[in-house]
T-cell receptor, first 109, second 115 residues
Framework: GQNIDQPTEMTATEGAIVQINCTYQ??????LFWYQQHAGEAPTFLSY??LDGLEEKGRFSSFLSRSKGYSYLLLKELQMKDSASYLC??????????WGAGTKLIIKP | DAGITQSPRHKVTETGTPVTLRCHQT?????MYWYRQDPGHGLRLIHY???????DKGEVSDGYSVSRSKTEDFLLTLESATSSQTSVYFC??????????????FGAGSRLTVL
């Protein structure tokens, strides 16, 4: 079966750096997405990786290793507004999106 | 200024009653999706549409039907609601459908409670 694994919950301190991991086992691979979802709100797009390596976008970076079935989202200079769930999703060989259950990130002052 | 709106945002209903959720977009995107989101699960695709009157099933389509008579509207119907359909339902739209860098834009969600 297809599977996306993410930690359920993480806690970090304002101003620090946090890395949220995502491992996947899917039927093929056509890209990996990260979305942010604040409580009670809609998911919003953060990043897309299809090639190995690091993609940087401001305070957020996303890394992909296709050979290891692994990605991480790196958040720097954490702010209270970064408290949210972070969803990892993989596009499989049939171009179906497979979603992880999400990682709830709690930021403490 | 929202390009995608869902209605109703909240609904409480009883087992066995029909329920229709509406998704309306102003972006003229070809692709529209209905997902459900439950604790401990990733988003799960119910149905999607790739054009007017063109729809297909997702991974959890049992008990749900959809219709798309206009580009801007995508309706999700629960013919006879059950407690297992208590969930938050998200509509999403995209320009490119099932392709590589296909970014989804989500509506604000509809919280449905079936008693």
């Amino acid at each position: 079966g297809q599977n996306i694994d993410q930690p359920t919950e993480m806690t970090a301190t304002e101003g620090a750096i946090v890395q949220i991991n995502c491992t996947y086992q899917t039927s093929g691979f056509n890209g990996l997405f990260w979305y942010q979802q604040h409580a009670g709100e809609a998911p919003t797009f953060l990043s897309y990786n299809v090639l190995d390596g690091l993609e940087e976008k401001g305070r957020f970076s996303s890394f992909l290793s296709r050979s290891k079935g692994y990605s991480y989202l790196l958040l720097k200079e954490l702010q209270m507004k970064d408290s949210a769930s972070y969803l990892c999703a993989v596009l499989d060989s049939n171009y179906q999106l497979i979603w992880g259950a999400g990682t709830k990130l709690i930021i403490k002052p | 200024d929202a390009g995608i709106t869902q209605s109703p945002r909240h609904k409480v209903t009883e087992t066995g009653t029909p329920v229709t959720l509406r998704c309306h977009q102003t972006e003229n995107h070809r692709y529209m999706y209905w997902y459900r989101q439950d604790p401990g699960h990733g988003l799960r695709l119910i149905h999607y549409s790739y054009g007017v009157k063109d729809t297909d099933k997702g991974e959890v389509s049992d008990g749900y039907s959809v219709s798309r008579s206009k580009t801007e509207d995508f309706l999700l119907t629960l013919e006879s609601a059950t407690s297992s359909q208590t969930s938050v339902y998200f509509c999403a739209i995209s320009e490119k459908g099932h392709s590589g860098a296909n970014v989804l834009t989500f509506g604000a969600g509809s919280r449905l409670t079936v008693l």
